[in-house]
Nanobody
Framework: QVQLVESGGGLVQAGGSLRLSCAAS????????MGWYRQAPGKQRELVAT???????NYADSVRGRFTISRDNAKNTVFLQMNSLEPADTAVYYC???????????????WGQGTQVTVSS
């Protein structure tokens, strides 16, 4: 089984910064794309940013230029540096990875438990 453990959420004032981390552990053969999604109250979960194993990135228009996704392949860890935070960024942030587990030939998507980010105005 693959587990994702997130850290780094919290309360910050508008204009501030936070850094989220997510480490994948377990019987992992290979981790493909890793990413971050978020879900605000009353809204659907939406993509924030993704990164491939080779470092290609993709961002939601709403965060491009303010957020930076990166990863440490040796540690199966993904980061999200969030700058110039806005109240609209308030949400539960979920880590996601597409990985192949030991004993399987197919990749699956795994989710973290979520971490709350609250931006006050």
């Amino acid at each position: 089984q693959v587990q994702l453990v997130e850290s780094g959420g919290g309360l910050v004032q508008a204009g501030g910064s936070l850094r989220l981390s997510c480490a994948a552990s377990g019987s992992i053969v290979r981790v493909n794309v890793m990413g971050w999604y978020r879900q605000a109250p009353g809204k659907q979960r939406e993509l924030v940013a993704t990164i491939t194993g080779r470092g290609s990135t993709n961002y939601a228009d709403s965060v491009r230029g303010r957020f930076t996704i990166s990863r440490d392949n040796a540690k199966n860890t993904v980061f999200l540096q969030m700058n110039s935070l806005e109240p609209a960024d308030t949400a539960v942030y979920y880590c996601n990875c597409n990985a192949v587990e030991s004993g399987s030939i197919f990749a699956r998507n795994y989710w973290g438990q979520g971490t709350q980010v609250t931006v006050s105005s």
